[in-house]
C-alpha cells in the first residue's frame, strides 16, 4: 500500500534553514505529482509547493524564493529546503501525493504521511 514518511521537521530560528524529506513506498513513485502541504493551529491546510513526474514545480505566493521543493526518483524521496525562515512557516508539514497531470490542483492530492513539525522562533 502507498506509504509517505516524513523527517527533518525541528526548531529553528528565524532565518534558519531546514530540510524536510519524504520517503514513499508503495507505488510507482516517478509517475505521480508530490506535494508539500502545512497546516498550523487554527488554520486551514494549505499547499505549500508541488513537483510533477516531469520535475516541473509550482509554489505558494508566501514561500516563493524561499522553499525549493525537489524529488528524487532513484531513491523515491520527496524534499523541501526551506530557507530565510520565518515565524509564519511554524506548522506540521504534510507531504502528499497527488494525481498525475494535476499537479496543481491541491485537492486532487490523496495520500499522506504522518506529518512532522517545524517551529520557527523570532
Known amino acids: 500500500q502507498v506509504q509517505l514518511v516524513e523527517s527533518g521537521g525541528g526548531s529553528v530560528q528565524a532565518g534558519g534553514s531546514l530540510r524536510l524529506s519524504c520517503a514513499a513506498s508503495?507505488?510507482?513513485?516517478?509517475?505521480?505529482?508530490m506535494g508539500w502541504f502545512r497546516q498550523a493551529p487554527g488554520k486551514e491546510r494549505e499547499g505549500v509547493a508541488f513537483i510533477g513526474s516531469y520535475w516541473n514545480t509550482g509554489y505558494a505566493d508566501s514561500v516563493k524564493g524561499r522553499f525549493t521543493i525537489s524529488r528524487d526518483n532513484g531513491k523515491n524521496t520527496l524534499y523541501l529546503q526551506m530557507n530565510s525562515m520565518k515565524p509564519e512557516d511554524s506548522a506540521m508539514y504534510y507531504c502528499a501525493r497527488g494525481r498525475t497531470g494535476y499537479c496543481a490542483n491541491w485537492d486532487t492530492y490523496n495520500f499522506w504521511g504522518q506529518g512532522t513539525q517545524v517551529t520557527v522562533s523570532s
Open positions: 508503495g507505488y510507482t513513485y516517478s509517475g505521480y505529482c
